[in-house]
């Protein structure tokens, strides 16, 4: 049977009633049903940014369903928020973070003196990507275009020269982190909008049909989501002119996994949990075969390829 072309939904229910270990686990003479935490039990928290939260939700929900003794929160935060309280904890409350940022080395070093251990993962690739109301004619948006009117006051569509409005989520999550080290550092201009988060960037953009939303692809990737369904029918995704190869690169799983898509991300998590603890059992998880596939049916490109035919026997 090919995993590859299970939907996800299905993909966790096999998961869920071939996986699970319990009774083994939970035997009085196995040495780790008596330990506090272990790769498969315990408590744990993750501060990771909202971008990522359709894809984190299904983890953590098919982690959990094959680990019952697994109590891991997510926490989500603006990314550069999650890398200060990482930074400045120095009690180790905090164990792990998911984002698109690399720590300096820096920031790497002021961490180092309390824990040695701090293990980065890139586990896939997402996207910063440009959305419009269904009724705006645009279907792509030059690099230099959106480069401008970030930083430029007043400005109007070129047809209609009626203002555009440029809405984004809170500063300093990862969106804005993206936008500033991809597009432009300078200071955006006065059509620019901050927002609660996702959902209010894609409910203002339904809302106003002059406007443009830059949101992560995450929300809008898993086509067969119903989520992301209703969520496409309030806003349309437009292509990128890229300016290198000189055509419209729509945002898609292809066009990520082939560099040709301008805005590309990866997805980090940065571990500096025990080496048999929870939150490392959770982090191996994303990187095995299983975590990658969903990875690949949530529409993002997963870190390892987990294309490979796997047989499930049955009796």
Wanted: charged content about 20%; some cysteine.
């Amino acid at each position: 049977m090919n995993l590859k072309f299970l939907p996800l939904a299905t993909l966790t229910l096999w998961l869920i009633s071939g996986c699970n270990n319990q009774d083994l686990e939970n035997h009085p003479g196995n040495y780790f049903s008596k330990q506090k935490e272990n790769l498969k039990k315990g408590k744990g928290t993750v501060l990771l940014d909202e971008s990522y939260m359709p894809l984190f939700n299904t983890l953590l929900y098919t982690f959990q369903s094959t680990r019952p003794d697994a109590d891991i929160s997510l926490q989500y935060l603006p990314e550069l928020k999650n890398v200060q309280l990482f930074l400045e904890d120095n009690e180790l409350k905090i164990l792990t973070i998911a984002g698109s940022k690399e720590l300096s080395k820096k920031e790497y070093e002021s961490i180092t003196t309390t824990n040695k251990r701090i293990d980065t993962k890139i586990i896939g690739y997402d996207a910063l990507i440009l959305i419009a109301n269904p009724s705006n004619r645009v279907e792509y948006i030059r690099q230099s275009q959106i480069r401008q009117w970030l930083t430029t006051n007043d400005v109007n569509w070129p047809n209609s020269k009626n203002p555009i409005s440029i809405v984004i989520d809170h500063q300093f999550s990862t969106n804005y982190h993206t936008i500033k080290t991809q597009i432009t550092d300078k200071a955006f201009g006065n059509r620019v909008f901050q927002q609660a988060g996702t959902d209010s960037v894609i409910a203002y953009v339904n809302r106003n049909p002059n406007s443009i939303g830059i949101i992560g692809y995450n929300w809008l990737s898993d086509r067969k989501d119903p989520a992301t369904i209703k969520r496409l029918k309030q806003v349309k995704i437009l292509s990128v002119f890229n300016e290198q190869t000189g055509n419209p690169i729509f945002p898609s799983q292809e066009s990520i996994r082939n560099h040709l898509y301008p805005y590309i991300r990866p997805i980090r998590i940065i571990n500096r949990g025990i080496r048999n603890g929870i939150n490392t059992g959770f982090v191996n998880f994303i990187l095995s075969e299983v975590g990658q596939l969903i990875l690949d049916k949530s529409g993002l490109v997963p870190e390892i390829d987990p294309f490979r035919q796997v047989e499930l026997k049955t009796e």
